[in-house]
């Protein structure tokens, strides 16, 4: 009797580590196979005007200082002051930069057909090209009768400043000095096609000629960045017909508040709702970049009126990095701004949870906008 109790009892034991396996490995592939899903509305920071829900608006014949008062509440349409006259725009810091179309270097004469080349040599900026070699005291400022072609940037209207790059004295710091109507000339197709509808291609080129004199990077030498830390800007290369239009009809035109010129943030697409720039930025109020519905954003055209982005939870792990205690169970939204987007969260692992905010969450999941909600599958 006690041999067949012995007999029973390692065989129900047995079994019952066998159906722990099962149930482990079950447990195991169920988890392998979750996901974390974020869906969401929008592409941008969310503030100020929407440039898919601005082309919507103006398909419907709506007129660009219609468009801008949507966006910009409380504003008026009005001039650009005198000083605004010149935009510095920093284009690159190689070791070594080439031009052509130059006729002066400093107060020095040289060829618009020759192709030059500058370096930094102390506090000097060396020009070597056609046989000679000019050196001229930083910023040396190259200038020409028309464009002047910067390596593969580009061609670019205005002159170039030379001077020693800021984190490298070795490199050279390419600003390119242009007149702010050039510039926002060469803004305005890179920001939007130049097909759209013509009134919203002049409210763009509004804001941005706005957005130009009103924000600055306080740069050692520029003002701006040719890329999205800024607006971006092609130079002649972002130039055409239709968006030439658009900028000279709206020629020294800017958004004012109260008579003066305000920061005039936009992107791609709201959503369906602006953020307020408080929320956004954690900033002082501007009450003329608070939230607003924006319906025209929502129609078919527009890629981002709804997105979805799907991670296995290992993948979503890796992403999120230390936000991450244990193993991902979760991701919890605790506080939406004025439209859902995401001010804070909690990532929540077996191990504990971590609180962050929604712009983290969008640049390590690398998603198109902090309007999201996030589910476990």
């Known amino acids: 009797m006690d041999d067949m109790r012995r007999t029973v009892r390692l065989t129900t034991l047995v079994l019952s580590l066998l159906a722990l396996g099962v149930a482990g490995t079950t ?11 974020v869906t969401g509305a929008g592409f941008g920071h969310g503030v100020g005007m ?20 949507h966006y910009y509440r409380g504003t008026q349409l ?5 000083s605004a006259a010149t935009v510095r725009v920093l284009l690159a810091e190689p070791l070594t930069v080439t031009f052509s179309g130059a006729t002066r270097a400093g107060g020095t004469v040289v060829s618009a057909g020759t192709t030059y080349s500058a370096r930094i040599d102390g506090g000097t900026v060396v020009v070597d090209g056609g046989g000679r ?17 910067v390596g593969v940037l ?58 130009s004199i009103t924000t600055n990077k306080d740069g050692p030498g520029y003002d701006h960045y ?3 830390r800024s607006q971006m800007y092609g130079g002649v290369a972002a130039e055409s017909a239709r968006t030439d239009l658009a900028v000279a009809a709206t020629r020294e035109r800017v958004v004012t508040y109260r008579g003066r010129p305000v920061a005039t943030y936009f992107m791609a697409s709201s959503g369906g709702r602006t953020e307020s720039a408080a929320n956004a930025f954690g900033s002082e109020p501007q009450p ?24 296995t939870l290992a993948e979503a792990e890796r992403r999120l990095g230390d ?24 990532v929540v692992g077996t191990d504990g949870s971590t609180t962050t905010d929604g712009a983290t969450l969008r640049a390590r999941l690398d998603l198109p906008d902090t309007w999201a909600r996030f589910t476990v599958r």
Not at 78 to 82: F, L, N, V
Not at 133 to 149: D, K, N
Request: hydrophobic content about 45%; aromatic content about 6%; charged content about 25%.
């Open 50 to 69: 929407s440039q898919y829900g601005a082309w919507n608006m103006a398909m419907k014949g709506a007129k660009h200082g219609a468009i801008l008062k």
């Open 288 to 311: 003329w970049l608070v939230s607003v519905a924006d319906p025209a954003d929502r129609f078919a055209a527009n890629p981002y009126r709804s997105w979805t982005r799907t991670f």
């Open 78 to 82: 009005g001039r650009t002051p005198r």
């Open 323 to 346: 936000l991450v205690q244990g193993s991902l169970r979760a991701v919890e939204v605790t506080v939406r701004g004025d439209s859902p987007r995401v001010l804070r969260a909690r």
């Open 133 to 149: 070699e000019v050196r001229v005291a930083a910023p040396a400022r190259i200038s020409g009768r028309g464009p002047l072609q």
């Open 226 to 228: 040719a890329d999205t």
């Open 27 to 37: 447990a195991a592939t169920a988890s392998a196979q979750q996901r974390l899903v």
């Open 154 to 211: 580009g061609r670019y209207r205005g002159a170039l400043e030379l001077r020693p790059a800021e984190d490298d004295a070795s490199a050279v710091q390419v600003v390119n000095a242009v007149g702010l109507e050039d510039y926002v000339r060469g803004v305005l197709a890179d920001e939007m096609p130049g097909s759209w509808a013509i009134e919203a291609l002049k409210a763009q080129a509004v804001a941005a000629r706005t957005y």
